[in-house]
C-alpha cells in the first residue's frame, strides 16, 4: 500500500468528464469560458459588497443610514431593470 493517487485513471476520467460534457470541442470551450466569467463576476460582487461600504464610510465619511439609503435604491434599480 503506497500514498494514495491524487490524479488516478478514474480521477482524472471524472475530471475530464466535467470539463469536456459536450461532443462538440468549440462547445465545451464556451462552456468553461462562460463558467469562469461567472465565477470572477461572483468574486468581484463579493469583494464590492464587502469593501464598498467600508470605503464610503472611512473615506468619503458617509453615515451608515445613508450608506444603507444608497444600497437600497441600487438594489432596487437593479430590480427594476
Known amino acids: 500500500r503506497g500514498a494514495p493517487q491524487v490524479f488516478s485513471a ?3 476520467s471524472k475530471l475530464k468528464a466535467l470539463i469536456t460534457p459536450f461532443n462538440d470541442p468549440q462547445a465545451n470551450r464556451k462552456m468553461l ?4 466569467a461567472q465565477m470572477l463576476c461572483s468574486v468581484a460582487t463579493l469583494i464590492h ?9 472611512d ?5 451608515n443610514s445613508k450608506i444603507g ?4 435604491i441600487a438594489l432596487f434599480l437593479s430590480k427594476a431593470s
Open 10 to 12: 478514474t480521477g482524472s
Open 49 to 57: 459588497d464587502t469593501y464598498l461600504p467600508v470605503y464610503m464610510s
Open 33 to 36: 469560458s462562460l463558467a469562469t
Open 59 to 63: 473615506v468619503l465619511g458617509m453615515s
Open 69 to 72: 439609503n444608497l444600497q437600497a
